[in-house]
DNA sequence: TTAAATGCAAACGCTTTGCAATTGA
DNA sequence: TCAATTGCAAAGCGTTTGCATTTAA
């Protein structure tokens, strides 16, 4: 189901601005910031403002079809939300396996990049160590 | 070597806020943010001013006594400079492998522990991609 | 003595908010 | 129709900066 479609069946209404915001993000293919989103939207909406993209991105975060990240350069990322993506975080202590979702290793990756010019594979990723029930009881590790 | 003596060494003055400033870093055993340093600082130097806790850590910053590390919670943390303490990126094409500061792990690790309560243990992690001459290379993966 | 460092105030950039006007369903 | 949504302007936040004053060496 499309994200438009998404909105109208929670009962939002399809705004020409909202339309644009979601169109900013798919067409982006991967991050984008606020600041971006609301060059593309101004450019077909001239009296539109920058709060609307906040706002619409504030829902659009809250029904999960959008992922923010926050890079550490003042200034936060957006990205459409991936189905069926994620990592696991390992219990080294019960075993219980958690999915992660992928977007937390966004900033790692992205930084990698940046400043080591690495192109980190982080598909396979699994992160060991003591789950949530393990600290509460306060299991070794 | 002692903050304050590198300080001296390389002819930085050792004012009283800084030496707070150094202090409050220590005695945190930890991250801390700006704000906080300031907090310190103003107790036993009522007049003293926010700038120059900012000021302060960027010399710091820039002397690699302390790491600065973004968790993407609006703000800043800081952490003393350890040494030794590092990771391995490696290459799966050439091989290679290069080390990694532990501080650009730092805001996984917090991540992981603020939204799954999961306390990882990164100690070992070794994370492979493409290094950078490989990419310049165009290499493939 | 004097360049370095400080305190202060004002500005910065990104984000949020209150409110009246507009608009999608 | 009318609550949801918008545009606008102003404020919020952590951080940075210019400048006159103070101070460590």
Redesign the pocket.
Known sequence: MSCHKIL?AKG???????VLVIEALHHAGGHI???EIYKQLHKR?P??????V???L?LLKKLKLVTETDFGE???SYHVAEKGHHHHLVCRTCGKVTNLDESVLYPLRDTLLRDYDFDADLRHLAISGKCDECRKKGEPS
Do not use: D
């Open positions: 109208q939002y209404r399809l705004t020409p601005q909202r910031s606020a600041e909406c009296y539109s403002n920058i709060s609307t906040y706002r619409t504030e003042g200034r936060v």
